[in-house]
T-cell receptor, first 114, second 114 residues
Framework: SQTIHQWPATLVQPVGSPLSLECTVE??????LYWYRQAAGRGLQLLFY??????ISSEVPQNLSASRPQDRQFILSSKKLLLSDSGFYLC?????????????FGSGTRLTVV | KQEVTQIPAALSVPEGENLVLNCSFT??????LQWFRQDPGKGLTSLLL?????REQTSGRLNASLDKSSGRSTLYIAASQPGDSATYLC?????????????FGTGTRLQVFP
């Protein structure tokens, strides 16, 4: 069966520090991968998605970047965190070519920038 | 631009009641619709997935319907229990090349008290 892992679960970082969140998927090949953010009092917002290694699409301009160095690994990064980067970050995957079987989400990372 | 709205925003009911949560979307050209549950501070758990060609899906005490032409979906929870307390999110998938994008609703926060 397929599983998705995200870490760390919680993170407190000072303003201006770098960020690296990692997401890995097991039990499938060529997944579509996604990063979402849920800010306090707001809905889920798609940040990045990837349909293959090295292929990243950004949905909104921001202080963040994403990379996919391996088929089942998706990384969310920042060189210098802002207060506004605080939020709950969720990684998700769906089968390549479409989400006929739906999306599966990770357990999330709570990021607090202080 | 696809917009997804959920009504009510919050709901507090005694145990045993049958519940209806509503989701509406502005663009009927969706690939599928998915209902999720989110417990406080946790990731998203998929409840039901309805393809655009389907009218409803059932899982245990949960039943979700889809009327694509009118842009509506409902989640019916039978015989509610305190363990059902959570935020319920609906999301529509928009087809784009070889991937989909999930657009989330604003969520319904449900509390079921004993």
């Amino acid at each position: 069966s397929q599983t998705i892992h995200q870490w760390p679960a919680t993170l407190v970082q000072p303003v201006g520090s770098p960020l690296s969140l990692e997401c890995t998927v097991e039990g499938t090949s060529n997944p579509n991968l996604y990063w979402y953010r849920q800010a306090a009092g707001r809905g889920l917002q798609l940040l990045f998605y990837s349909v293959g290694i090295g292929q990243i699409s950004s949905e909104v301009p921001q202080n963040l970047s994403a990379s996919r160095p391996q088929d089942r690994q998706f990384i969310l990064s920042s060189k210098k965190l802002l207060l506004s980067d605080s939020g709950f970050y969720l990684c998700a995957w769906s089968p390549w070519g479409g989400s006929h079987y739906g999306y599966t989400f990770g357990s999330g990372t709570r990021l607090t920038v202080v | 631009k696809q917009e997804v709205t959920q009504i009510p925003a919050a709901l507090s009911v005694p145990e045993g009641e049958n519940l209806v949560l509503n989701c509406s979307f502005t663009d009927s050209a969706i690939y599928n619709l998915q209902w999720f549950r989110q417990d406080p501070g946790k990731g998203l758990t998929s409840l039901l997935l309805i393809q655009s060609s389907q009218r409803e899906q059932t899982s245990g005490r949960l039943n979700a319907s889809l009327d694509k032409s009118s842009g509506r979906s409902t989640l019916y929870i039978a015989a509610s229990q305190p363990g059902d307390s959570a935020t319920y999110l609906c999301a529509v998938a928009l087809k784009s090349y070889n991937t989909d994008k999930l657009i989330f609703g604003t969520g319904t926060r449900l509390q079921v008290f004993p």
